[in-house]
């Protein structure tokens, strides 16, 4: 992420939430991925959960931007 929007989110985390619970899930999602990328071998079904995971991470990462709009806009 960008560092205004390190900033944005440090700024309002506290109160927001909403925008709490998404940066919460992000990071579990990274280390989730992490985890599956230090592996040498992934059976076809890890290969599948990561690939899920991944989506969520997007999806959440596109959440948070939006979130993250409504601060810009001010």
């Keep these: 992420m960008e ?4 900033q944005l989110i440090a700024r309002h985390i506290k109160n ?3 925008l709490r619970k998404h ?6 999602y990274e280390r989730l991925l992490e985890d599956f990328n230090k592996r040498v071998y992934l059976t076809p079904e890890e290969e ?3 690939k899920r995971i991944q989506k969520k ?4 990462r596109d959440k ?4 993250l709009a409504k601060y810009r806009a001010g």
């Design 48 to 50: 599948v959960e990561k």
């Design 16 to 18: 927001d939430t909403e």
């Design 23 to 28: 940066v919460e899930e992000h990071a579990q």
């Design 64 to 67: 948070i931007q939006e979130l």
């Design 3 to 6: 560092k205004l929007d390190e």
């Design 57 to 60: 991470k997007l999806l959440g």
